[in-house]
């Protein structure tokens, strides 16, 4: 199975060409056996018409001449002489037919034509002979009384059958290359609509915008290309009516928590106060977030090829600037097609919960077989293994080691991570064993060579 094409056009292909074989095979065999049957009635043709002349030369022709005329006649494969007394005796005479047919030719009677042919092992005497390389015995054998009343006899040699040339090799390989050939291009031809439904597919699981596919070709691709559109149509859809209400419903708190926080001023008691205006204060901040958090998912950024390295400098030199402790670790350049303004969005948000939760972080890019990373790593506290998928969720916060004072709603690994699904990668997170978090932003190695052929 390992030497089997993995791809349709050479499956069909290499289908086609086992056909091919299979059918030449069959071919081979039934024309082999014609070509045996007809060798040998040519043959057997041949040698009774040199017998007939044979005859009416030795007896049109004096006896001093006779030897050199049997001389003559005589092959490596037909014996002939003259004798007093037939090979065959009186009762042998197979086939009648052709015995008949040689009586008639030479005017004579069949009591002067004795013939014995054998038709059944002609297959037999010829694996023999091929085999042993010695004379395995007289195929046929014929005896004719001459007018002077002698006898004739002749035996003739099963012959070999000429083998077949390399006119049917040749012929063979090139109708199992055209097959080939042809196969490949029609199969080509036909799979590049599913070729580009697949990378379309891909491009909208990545939330990358394009035009519609072509609604063309044959009646499956065109049904196929149709049922595509309407799903891409339906997704957006939804996609755009859910983001643009929850855009409605966050700003539409904003109302009465402003109305809140103007009542709350003409409380007398100083310790309610406090707390309801903080309580009002958090609520904004989640008000907000989901605002930030809808607009972004709403925005409409083309997806255009980045290097990838040089996007992570500048996150890290813009947090740096800002008074953060992280620093990046130089590696070679890599070539990514993405949305830059989302992708730098998700990385901020990943380096500045390892700033606040760490103090200090590190952010380093390394590639495995399957996929290239952006590591962000921290000294904090880490966070318990059982909540690592937990703290995903929007709006979660964790205590303790999570601190609810940074004035955060919880959607800061919720959105990064959405941004990394939606170029095909994921966010993980892990306990480093020295102590702190490491945050894994990881992007399928497929997409960044794909956007480095085209560059």
């Known amino acids: 199975m390992r030497l089997w094409p993995k791809s349709l056009a050479g499956r069909l292909a290499a289908f086609l060409v086992l056909t091919l074989v299979v059918a030449q095979v069959v071919t081979f065999v039934l024309f082999a056996g014609e070509r045996v049957t007809t060798f040998r009635n040519a043959y057997r043709d041949d040698m009774v018409t040199r017998l007939v002349s044979l005859v009416r030369l030795l007896e049109e022709t004096p006896p001093e001449l006779h030897q050199r005329l049997i001389a003559t006649a005589s092959s490596a494969l037909l014996h002939i002489d ?43 005497q010829h694996r023999k002979m091929q085999r042993n390389r010695h004379r395995p015995g007289p195929w046929a054998s014929v005896s004719v009384r001459l007018a002077s009343g002698k006898w004739l006899n002749a035996s003739a040699d099963v012959p070999p059958v000429p083998r077949l040339g390399s006119v ?45 596919l072509p609604e063309t070709g044959p009646r499956e691709t065109r049904q196929a290309n149709v049922a595509f559109n309407q799903m891409r149509s339906r997704l957006e859809r939804f996609i755009r009516d859910r983001t643009t209400m929850l855009a409605a419903v966050a700003h539409d708190l904003r109302t009465p928590i402003t109305t809140l926080r103007l009542r709350a001023e003409f409380i007398d008691d100083k310790e309610a106060k406090s707390k309801i205006l903080e309580t009002l204060a958090e609520m904004q901040t989640m008000a907000e977030a989901v605002l930030a958090f809808a607009r972004g998912d709403a925005e409409n950024e083309p997806t255009r090829p980045v290097d990838l390295t040089a996007l992570v400098e500048s996150i890290v030199e813009d947090a740096a600037a800002k008074g953060k402790h992280v620093r990046f670790t130089e590696s070679q350049k890599r070539t990514l097609s993405c949305r830059p303004f989302a992708l730098r ?29 952006i590591l962000i790593d921290d000294d904090g506290p880490g966070i318990p293994k059982e909540a690592l998928e937990h703290v995903f969720d929007p709006f979660v916060r964790l205590e303790g080691s999570r601190s ?30 020295q102590g702190g978090l490491r945050a894994i932003f990881a992007l399928p190695n497929d997409v960044l060579g794909r956007v480095a052929d085209q560059a």
């Not at 004798?83 to 040689?102: H, M, N, Q, T, V």
């Not at 008639?104 to 004795?114: C, E």
């Not at 940074?406 to 892990?430: F, N, W």
């Open 404 to 433: 609810r004072d940074t004035g955060g709603a919880g959607l800061g690994l919720a959105i990064a991570r959405s941004i990394a699904r939606s170029h095909g990668g994921d966010v993980r997170l892990e306990n480093r064993p």
């Open 82 to 124: 003259l004798a007093a007394e037939p090979i065959l005796l009186s009762g042998e005479a197979a086939p009648p037919d052709l015995r008949d047919r040689l009586a008639v030719a030479l005017h004579k009677s069949t009591d002067d034509v004795r013939l014995a042919v054998s038709l059944s092992g002609w297959r037999a």
């Open 168 to 212: 049917f090799l040749v012929s063979f390989l090139i109708s199992a290359l055209a097959v080939a050939a042809v196969g490949a291009l029609g199969v080509k031809w036909a799979s590049k609509p599913l070729n580009q439904l697949a990378g379309a597919a891909e491009r909208l699981g990545r939330g990358e915008r394009f035009d519609p």
């Open 345 to 373: 969005r998700a990385l901020g948000n990943l380096i500045d919960n390892a700033t606040f939760y760490g103090r200090n972080a590190e952010v380093t890019i390394e590639t495995t077989a399957n996929e290239t990373r």
